[in-house]
């Protein structure tokens, strides 16, 4: 089975503070996401990279950047933690080898900047 | 640009009555679909999924979904629901050279027992 962890199921950090969620997959998946998740607005897309060391910016890329360094590894950071950065943030993995394939996720990280 | 509308933001039904939860997209070109469940405190699971094909699509734990493109719709549905089933459910749209999920804002069923 595949299997996407992050590494915190919660966090509690202060504004202002550099804060670093981790993921990792264990499918040797090319592309890998980072989510935010709050309630009324669904899941909105952060990041994504489909390669180690490439990136791309999702729908709200403001306040956040991501490292990948391995293939297997996806990290969220965000640079200074602010209130409105409070909320479920979600990882996902898949491949595009074949047709397209579905998206696996990890359990979330709930954060709460205060 | 893609995007998914899921027009009801909460769905009650009675234990043992039928359901469907609708799930409108907006995509230019073909279109892969999919829905998801989120139970409580938990990360998403693949419910089904639509690529090509058949256009009804059955997955787990019963539900089924139709797609239609004429009406860029992927309604799902279960025919009889179970305390169980009590979710949070989200359509999903990405399409082929693009790995990119957009995503619907969510139902949340609940099962009136």
């Known amino acids: 089975d595949v299997k996407v962890t992050q590494s915190s199921r919660y966090l509690v950090k202060r504004t202002g503070e550099k804060v670093f969620l981790e993921c990792v997959q264990d499918m040797d998946h090319e592309n890998m996401f980072w989510y935010r998740q709050d309630p009324g607005l669904g899941l909105r897309l952060i990041y994504f990279s489909y390669d180690v060391k490439m990136k791309e910016k999702g729908d709200i890329p403001e306040g956040y950047s991501v490292s990948r360094e391995k293939k297997e590894r996806f990290s969220l950071i965000l640079e200074s933690a602010s209130t409105n950065q409070t909320s479920m943030y979600l990882c996902?993995?898949?491949?595009?080898?074949?047709?397209?394939?579905?998206?696996?996720f990890g359990q979330g990280t709930r954060l709460t900047v205060v | 640009a893609q995007s998914v509308t899921q027009l009801d933001s909460q769905v009650p039904v009675f234990e043992e009555a039928p359901v469907e939860l609708r799930c409108n997209y907006s995509s230019s070109v073909s279109v892969y679909l999919f829905w998801y469940v989120q139970y409580p405190n938990q990360g998403l699971q693949l419910l089904l999924k639509?690529?090509?094909?058949?256009?009804l699509v059955k997955g787990i734990n019963g539900f089924e979904a139709e797609f239609n493109k004429s009406q860029t719709s992927f309604h799902l549905r279960k025919p009889s629901v179970h305390i169980s089933d009590t979710a949070e459910y989200f359509c999903?749209?990405?399409?082929?050279?693009?790995?990119?999920?957009?995503f619907g804002t969510g139902t949340r069923l609940t099962i009136i027992p």
């Open positions: 639509y690529l090509s094909g058949s256009t």
């Open positions: 999903a749209v990405s399409y082929f050279g693009n790995e990119k999920l957009t």
């Open positions: 996902a993995s898949s491949s595009y080898r074949g047709t397209n394939t579905e998206a696996f």
